[in-house]
């Protein structure tokens, strides 16, 4: 563990690239400001963003400044309370999901903000809906897993308001958000077609899957009553729009939005899940949930944070169920 005075353990990206070039590398601890808290990391999970933003696929939209710290979702302990912050103390178990600076426009209007979490100290902003105390009955890993992906799950069964008996389709199903999702689905009593591999079946029926299908569109179902779609490009849906039934619903948590042009129906009704405000539920119903056994989280991994880097080129190059977890300490 770095001294929490000096220097700390991190994977950075030194340069734009892919995360083959992620290194660990001992870079200065930071310190919180005001309304900032120093959080000593005990894990975190990996998502998109960590392996996209520094690949340079954003261009002049999305400039990072390097050495960059990759990792959104975490879970840890309060080392430090900056000024002015409100209901965090030193020893209090957090975990949530904050986002790098270069992403504040699209963070909300409290953006949840920090320093990286694949590092040994991250330091995240106090005042947002994106962190929450950790209960005891939520592990570390469970928590930094379920942050983005619970906080999504929950958002899409609120925006779907789906009912006992209707079908639904989730594309992309052994992913962190799907692996949260189908449980929350099955529990509401839908009837539940899950897109897989052939060796993923046996655990997406576990989670709540009645029906299990390849990835080719030539399989997908018909008269499907809700399509969420957890992977694909959001303008590369035609085919997923196709399988609903007229007045169906169609969500999806990737960007660009789903428009009728691209979907090429006017029939359905077209959702981003997109909340970084919480108006939907922030970390602190994901916790609840949690422990009330709502969500649960799926992790396929786990590495330590010297292999950070190679969580990151797993998660872009091979097939993975659920989350990836890197445990710090």
Known sequence: MGDKQGLMRAVTATGYGPPEEFV????????????????RIAAAAVNPADV??????????????????????????????????EGYAVGDEVFGLAVPPVLRAMAGKRPSLSTGAFAEYAVIEADTPMIAHRPKELSVQDAAALATAGLTARAIMAMAQVVAGERVLVVGATGGVGTVLLPLLAAAGAHVIA?????????????GAQEVIGYEESGYPVDVDVAVNAVLP????????????????????TFPAPTVETVGRDDVALHLVFDMDAELGGMREVAEAAVRGELRATIGRRYRLEEAGRACVDFAREHTTGKLVVEVG
């Open 52 to 85: 996209r933003l520094p690949s340079g696929e954003f261009g002049d939209a999305v400039r990072l400044t390097f050495p960059h710290i990759p990792g959104n979702d975490f879970a840890g302990t309060v080392t430090e309370v900056g000024e002015g912050v």
């Open 195 to 207: 897109t897989v591999k052939p060796v993923d079946a046996d655990v997406v029926r576990e989670l």
């Open 234 to 253: 959001g303008d590369q849906l035609a085919a997923v729009a196709a399988t609903l039934r007229p007045g169906g619903r169609l969500l999806g948590i």
């Open 24 to 39: 660990v590398a001992e870079v200065p601890v930071p310190r919180p400001g005001a309304g900032q808290l120093q959080v």
